[in-house]
């Protein structure tokens, strides 16, 4: 059992447990370094990627990222910049790492705005550009977007912002082939289909993680196919704090092999009762199709991620507490990104 993943996190502020009011930007609420999980190993690389950022660069592009956002506060700016490190520290593990965030997409939009600097960041950290790809809908890719919550949720504790700030997590399940490989539990071909081994030769550190979470992938899918009920995996038991998204992550990998058919209302059925923005808050406006969102705040932004049902003869089996339109398919979220 891999214990080392189930750090206990900090409970959410009462400003954040309050309503279905939006977490605020505060980055004296982010963890220290990128709040890597404990066991995972790629503290050198987190110290690596800080020092290859010259403060100069960031307060340059802080600058530029401002004047094109009058209204973002520097605590806004500093948590979105948080959640981009990590996305850039993802992008030495996972060989796709698409973007599923618009705004995050649009500080790294400026970055490619300083070429010579941001040369120079990617040969010091990643040995060589980490290329620019336009922000994607998960709609158009949920199998990748769940697969990215998974690894997310695996090797990052979960800042108070991170939902808000990524679209919400959770709302897709996974693909069947890819589960289908985890069930077969091959890990040399796990790693070449999904992982950046490049890096991993160039860093031991992305080595180990990748072991990790490949390890960890294999045991959730697993106990997953060999459960009847989600209770039977023993995750409850196992972790001590049931509102770490890593217990998320292993209902999303139970979900998605045992009942993708019914994948929104089992999320559902797990979400605990003092996450914020959980299946407490039912009531979210989402046109006239009605999409109740029962893991966000009535908003695109979707907090804490989560699922929803729609009417009107809309159709949602991924889930979302974004805006779809009557009659549609909604298929992996109501309109969600």
């Known amino acids: 059992m891999f214990r080392f993943l189930f750090r206990k996190s900090p409970k959410p502020s009462k400003r954040s447990r309050v309503g279905n009011s939006k977490p605020s930007f505060r980055a004296s609420d982010l963890p220290q370094g990128l709040g890597l999980l404990e066991g995972i190993?790629?503290?050198?690389?987190?110290?690596?990627?800080?020092?290859?950022?010259?403060?100069?660069?960031?307060?340059?592009?802080?600058?530029?990222?401002?004047?094109?956002?009058?209204?973002?506060?520097?605590?806004?700016?500093?948590c979105k910049w948080f959640e981009l490190k990590r996305f850039f520290l993802m992008n030495l593990i996972l060989k796709r790492t698409p973007m599923f965030s618009t705004e995050i997409d649009e500080i790294?939009?400026?970055?490619?705005?300083?070429?010579?600097?941001?040369?120079?960041?990617?040969?010091?950290?990643?040995?060589?550009?980490i290329h620019h790809s336009p922000e994607r809908e998960p709609k158009q890719m949920p199998g990748e977007r769940a697969w990215f919550d998974w690894v997310y949720a695996?090797?990052?504790?979960?800042?108070?912002?991170?939902?808000?700030?990524?679209?919400?997590?959770?709302?897709?399940?996974?693909?069947?082939?890819?589960?289908?490989?985890?069930?077969?539990?091959?890990?040399d071909e796990i790693a070449e289909q999904?992982?950046?081994?490049?890096?991993?030769?160039?860093?031991?550190?992305?080595?180990?993680?990748?072991?990790?979470?490949?390890?960890?992938?294999?045991?959730?899918?697993?106990?997953?196919a060999n459960s009847r009920r989600f209770e039977d995996t023993g995750w409850k038991d196992s972790i001590?704090?049931?509102?770490?998204?890593?217990?998320?992550?292993?209902?999303?990998?139970?979900?998605s092999i045992q009942d993708n058919n019914n994948y929104t209302s089992g999320m559902n059925s797990q979400w605990p009762e003092n996450v914020p923005n959980n299946h407490n808050n039912k009531q979210s406006n989402c046109s006239s199709s009605g999409c109740g969102g029962?893991?966000?705040?009535?908003?695109?932004s979707g907090d804490q991620g989560g699922g929803g049902s729609c009417s009107s003869g809309s159709s949602c089996s991924s889930g979302s507490s974004s805006s779809c339109s009557s009659g549609s398919s909604c298929g992996s979220g109501c309109g969600s990104n």
Not at 48 to 72: F, I, T, W
Not at 111 to 119: A, H, I, K, P, V
Not at 195 to 222: C, T, W
Request: net charge negative; glycine share 6%; aromatic share 12%.
């Open 240 to 255: 001590t704090n049931p509102n770490n998204m890593v217990y998320m992550a292993g209902a999303m990998m139970f979900f």
């Open 294 to 300: 029962s893991g966000g705040s009535g908003d695109s």
């Open 41 to 78: 190993p790629l503290e050198r690389l987190v110290t690596k990627l800080n020092s290859s950022l010259p403060l100069d660069y960031v307060e340059r592009l802080q600058y530029r990222v401002k004047a094109g956002n009058p209204s973002m506060s520097d605590d806004e700016f500093t």
């Open 108 to 129: 790294w939009h400026e970055m490619l705005m300083f070429t010579r600097e941001y040369q120079r960041f990617g040969d010091q950290f990643a040995g060589g550009v």
């Open 154 to 187: 695996h090797l990052f504790e979960f800042a108070p912002t991170s939902s808000r700030c990524w679209n919400g997590f959770f709302r897709n399940p996974l693909d069947e082939d890819r589960t289908d490989l985890l069930r077969r539990a091959n890990e």
């Open 194 to 224: 999904w992982f950046d081994m490049e890096q991993a030769k160039r860093y031991p550190e992305v080595a180990e993680a990748i072991r990790i979470l490949i390890k960890q992938a294999i045991h959730e899918a697993r106990h997953s």
